[in-house]
């Protein structure tokens, strides 16, 4: 997994790439551009974030940059979230794709948010966590991002239901949130209603459309 580097911290990267491409190399050269101390915590860093490989004592490689660019859009969220040890459950859109089976996504590569529904008084530790695991999130509404970032959705009190292992806001909950936004979500509720014999206003075309993914 890549993580995103600081100006000073591609910089680096660029002119390591640019002199030495993907073969081994020491950091004397370096020395000329950059303080020891400095040198040493930069290349730490660019370590840690994916970017350059440690092949021996003080020999590096550089990461090829498709591989390193690729490796930012790599999935972390859904695993790393229980390493919070806080509740939590999918909702909203997220609730909806988990409900239907992924026959409704509403997530992509370049942009790919989680609602999760988490306790107010939780939401501290929340924030606290995904900064220290470099992931991306908004509390309530999300904002202008790439790649993966979850949308915080504080909440009193919630109840959580498992579908497919994975902890989501119940069913009648998330039929809820789809009918509210039906325009976009009219396709789940068809499905729902197939799946799981619940009442809905899906449209009897879509109900029949819906009914292929079964």
Known sequence: MTETLTKQEFSLYSLL?????????????????FSKQMLKKLVFN???????????????????PKEAVTGLFKPKVEKTLPESGL????TRATAAEAW????????????????????????????QF??????????KKPSNAIGEFVVLIPAASM??????????EP????????????DSFEYVLAYLSNKYKKKTSASKEMLIKAREAL
């Open 17 to 33: 790439y640019l002199k030495f491409g993907n073969k081994p190399f020491d950091l004397d050269s370096m020395r000329w551009y």
């Open 46 to 64: 660019v370590v840690e974030a994916g970017w350059l490989k440690s092949v021996g004592r003080g020999i590096y490689t550089c990461i090829v």
């Open 87 to 90: 509740s939590y459950c999918f």
């Open 100 to 127: 239907s089976n992924e026959t409704y996504i509403q997530r992509s590569w370049e942009y790919n948010p989680f609602f999760v529904k988490v306790l107010m008084r939780e939401l501290k530790k929340w924030k």
């Open 130 to 139: 995904l900064d220290s695991k470099e992931i991306k999130f908004f509390v």
């Open 159 to 168: 109840k959580v239901d498992f579908h497919n292992s994975r902890p989501v």
């Open 171 to 182: 069913l009648q909950e998330t039929i809820k949130f789809c009918e509210t936004n039906k």
